[in-house]
């Protein structure tokens, strides 16, 4: 069953062009000058009930925009949404009821308050059950790791430990779904590492759907079964995150260990990377040559001990797309 | 159906509620407001009984020089009370599209900030209002304030505030049409100082003067309070209740309505 169907959404903004010089800032007063932006164009997807999927796309490419059309924050400029049998654009506060969301770089916690002051606001603001909620916090203060956290300012919590607040809030009323952007930036390893678990376990284990948006390949590769890329506000690619790999990779690292020093290495369509006295590591563009000839290349010429071989990291692949595009 | 309307009015309570334990983290800008109140007062002692003592007279406009200071005191306690910075609150909301995370929460916009000017404002009044009187009776010594003049000062001044807010919230969003608003910020926050007793009572003003001045929706912010709460009269009370009611009625009509109108125009920044 889709909770979210979007066909032939579109967005576009009006950016006041204002040119230099006082005689052109006279005329902009009289008369301004607008040029049209398609920051969405033409999008038609759904999402299934308890899918976790990471929409991607390199910055201005239209993501945050269209998320922000999902939860009922702007309006299209044509198409339609329906997220949870609800219109955002008419029936935004109804959805607000349904829908959890996390804007990384818009905090929902009192910065001076602890979080269990705003977990109370927010219980009040979505009319919970005094009683429901107190047991649902339980819940999320467990899930979360969170209890040690409740009662200090949230201005004293690392950005990790906030982020988990942060999320445990947009979850305070039982929300279905649950709209993540860019939930880990600024983040260390570790606790991209916490949200991350955290972030599956909501959507194995209470099934909540979940939207997200991030710039981190890993997020992406480790969340997501499902991945849409947009580019300039079209969707580049919709399908399973493997796929994606698959389909796009366009090359191969192969890293070898040798016995005897590596003097010289040439072959057609690799190119080294790293290089030491007996070991290199060497990215090969398949559509040059292949794996078993560079693996027969090695064989015959060293003596060798090791090989590994890698793909390269989701990270390039995806900006191998978006440099394809702007192509 | 009576549960449902507790609870919506329950979560603006909440909201005030947790504005005022936030304004309680500056406990330091609280105190330091009280004291630019008690140095004013001091000042505005000097000044007012130099000018009385020049004039000869004992009362002007029916205030004592005790009852200007006190009247003033107030005046200037409400209006620096921790008032939030609403126009500017909301002039940044609009402009940096933070608005639009707000109105996609199930609460009336208007009533959110609303309620956080009134939960921010109540901490810092009491600590000025007690300050400020310690200040007055000792500059000054005491005025007959009775208990009608409190009870219904009180009234006036929370329409006072309502007032001043509606009017602040319309300043924000101007800023759905304008680059920046602090200039009509500015000529608001004027407007208070010559027509809204903040360094002259409107008591004092010639007649007719007088009469344009309270009619202003600057005197109805912090000055009618004052001064029926300095001396009571049920007459003054009713002729200022009225024209607050009248100015309320029309910005809060002006603030919907350009409210509902800046909405289409919310745009956010990073999209």
Redesign the interface.
Known sequence: MNVIEVKNLAKE?QIKQKRAGLKNGLAFLLRPEYKNIK?VDDLSFSVSRGELLAFIGPNGA?K??TI?ML?????PSSGHINVLGFDPTKE??KL??NIG?V?G??PQL????PAI??Y??LA????LDQREYKKHLAFLVEAFEIGDLLNT?VRKLSLGQRMRCEIAASLIHKPKIIFLDEPTIGLDVVAKQHIREVIKYLNEKEKVTIFLTSHDAGDIESLAKRTIIVNFGKIIFDGPTDTLKKNYIKSKIVELVTEDPIENFQFSGGTIIEKGKFDIKVELDISKNSIDKLLSFAVENFNIKDINIFDPPLEEIIADIYRAQKL | MNGVYALKIIKYFEVAKINYFNSLAYVINALSRSGVVVIRIWIFAQLYRITYAASGAEEIGGLTVAMVVWSLMMTQSFQSSGRPPVSEIIDEEVKSGALAYSINRPYSYILFHLSGYLGRSTSSLFINLLIGSAASLILVGPVKITLFGILFGAILMIFGRLLDFLISFIIGLAAFWIEDTTAIAWIYSKGQMVFGGIILPIALFPDYLQKIAEFLPFSQLFYSAARLIVSFDMELFHKFILIQFFWIAFFAALAYFIFKKGLKYVTINGG
């Open positions: 903004f920051a239209g945050s925009t922000k939860t009922g924050i702007l309006f935004r506060q607000a009821y969301s804007f770089q818009k009192w910065y001076h308050l002051d705003t109370n606001l009040r603001i979505y009319e300012p």
